[in-house]
Nanobody, 120 residues
């Protein structure tokens, strides 16, 4: 399984970015996906996740109302639309795939991460 994250960059506070994560090696449409982040000097934290069919989502309180997770099963890609970005959102963002189809188990594969830097 390979997960390739992209779309990070430098943005001013209040701006937007869209992250993408292309998956291969697994039947993408059967697996829930998630986004996590690790800020400098902090532990990795959950950002958002999405069911295999795109119907169910959950978000960390810190990003609710600002971030939207979505997927295109035809393109084997999951997205994270980030709006109203804050300096506190600065982190390396990782996508991950669940270890079982049609289930919310553990995450067993992770992307390489894409850096998001939000300037004040």
């Amino acid at each position: 399984v390979q997960l390739q994250a992209s779309g990070g960059g430098l943005v001013q506070a209040g701006g937007s970015l869209r992250l993408s994560c292309a998956a291969s090696g697994r039947t993408f449409s059967r697996y829930a996906m998630g986004w996590f982040r690790r800020a400098p000097g902090k532990e990795r934290e959950f950002v958002a996740d999405l069911s295999w069919n795109g119907v169910s989502t959950s978000y960390a309180d810190s990003v609710k109302g600002r971030f939207t997770i979505s997927r295109d099963n035809n393109k084997n890609t999951v997205y994270l639309q980030m709006n109203s970005l804050k300096p506190g959102d600065t982190a390396v963002y990782y996508c991950a795939i669940r270890d079982r189809p049609y289930a919310y188990g553990n995450y067993d594969y992770w992307g390489q991460g894409t850096l998001v830097t939000v300037s004040s």
